[in-house]
């Protein structure tokens, strides 16, 4: 049976992050004075805070600030920003305060900044009696950039943080959340975080589909992947099932029918459902071909073993074929001798010919030659099963060389080659696994000598009478 494992477990790990891994954008920076009036929100049961007042004089340097950073003047920006509350922070109250380092951090973390970035975030954090909502995006911000930062448990610790007042965290919030277990398990090599991080990453499909929403693509392969590590292969199966209904791309086709090969293993599984998931590993391969998908030696080949293996050598021969006279499929012993052997199960002996012809030529040994001369030997062309078991001799490495005189003995023999199928078997006779059968031709082929010279004989007592 075909299962793939390596080759499934190649093909995951190397497309598994491919654009998963992405920050969501940070919350833009607001110096709206929404967040001094927040009356009635989610937050309503936090103790009650006093939140100072953002003065008109501020506001206008955040604005003034705000119109250079929406140009990405980035410089000017700092500028105004300094100029008007960096060297007044003594004369600003926690609010304020709390806004002058909330755009600094937007400034630093617009140009990558990302140490600036945190140190500002922090500062924010360190101010009093800050409004609910603005302290949650900070905390949910520094989330993020320790993210960027890959320090993966920073970033968990404040989303866990951030969780703490959140009734209705976003689908966004929980795949990060997500994300950050899974890069932290990826970098310890401990697979426990895999399964903290799984439960927010479903959740956060569940509520896009409540919402009637389609979840993420990429949302599915996070789930993939830390699924596969943890050796869960029905929950990969699952949603590589659920992949080529949404986004039938090769990868998933090719991953699936690896993973119906991969499940065939599992333990305790009757022989009825064990045969059913191979059908399912053939019927996916099979469709992946037919839509095209299968373009490489390694594909094509395995689609023709999986038709080998389901006894359907005919399929398996024209699959490796076609790929051949393509190009697609290499020109190498192996694949040859595969197609070889499939012509051969489809009993078109002749059309295995020359395919083995051509593994035989390429190989370090004689046996494919001694194949060559079986195949002859079956289409009753003995002359050429003497010549090619011949090559195959005189090439040497034979598994079973004294099997390659017993058969050229018997081609002889079918030729009239009395003597020359003798001298084969009194060869065969030197192993000790043909001697009997040897000994038996020998045997029988020096009867026959004689019954053909005493035919010979008499045919020529019979003429000379006449």
Known sequence: MTTFSKFTKTLISATALAGVLAVFPLASVSTDRAYAAEEESKYANR???????????????????????????????????????GQKLDSLNSYERAQYYNFKGFLAYSQEKYNEAIAA????????????????????????????????????????????????PSEQALILLGQAYYALGDKKNDLSYYRKGIPYIEQAISLYEEK???PKENWYLLLRVMYFELKEYQ?????????????????????????YGELTNEPGLSAAEKKELEKKQLTVYELAHRQGLLEKNSELVNMSQLFLYHEIPYKAAK?????????????????????????????????????????AEMSGDGNLYMR??????????????????????????????????????????????????????????????????????????????KRLADIKEFLGEDKRKK
């Open 47 to 85: 103790k009650t805070r006093k939140t100072p007042a953002l003065r008109e004089k501020v506001y206008k340097v955040l604005g003034k600030a705000q119109e250079f950073a929406d140009a990405e003047n980035w410089v000017e920006a700092n500028k105004v920003l300094e100029d008007g509350l």
């Open 121 to 168: 975030y922090q500062n924010v954090l360190r101010q009093e009696n800050l409004p609910p909502a603005m302290e949650d995006n900070m905390i949910y911000t520094l989330a993020q950039l320790y993210f960027v930062k890959e320090d993966y448990q920073k970033s968990i610790d404040y989303m866990n943080r951030w969780m703490e007042y959140q009734e209705a």
């Open 212 to 214: 009637g929403k389609e």
């Open 235 to 259: 929950k990969v199966t699952d949603i590589l099932e659920l992949l080529v209904t949404k986004w039938p791309k090769k990868e998933y086709w090719i991953q699936l029918a690896g993973m």
């Open 319 to 359: 699959v490796l074929a076609e790929g051949l006279k393509k190009g697609l499929v290499e020109q190498n012993k192996k694949n040859w001798e595969y197609l070889s052997q499939a012509y051969i199960n489809s009993q078109e002996m002749r059309k295995a010919l020359e395919p083995l012809k051509k593994a």
């Open 372 to 449: 060559l001369g079986q195949v002859y030997m079956q289409l009753d062309d003995y002359e050429n099963a003497t010549k090619y078991i011949g090559l195959a001799l005189d090439k040497g490495g034979l598994k079973r060389p004294d099997t390659a005189h017993v058969v050229r003995g018997m081609a002889y023999f079918n030729m009239g080659e009395l003597e020359k199928a003798r001298q084969e078997f009194v060869k065969a006779k030197k192993y000790d696994r043909s001697r009997n059968m040897a000994n038996k031709w020998i045997s029988y082929l020096s009867k026959e000598a």
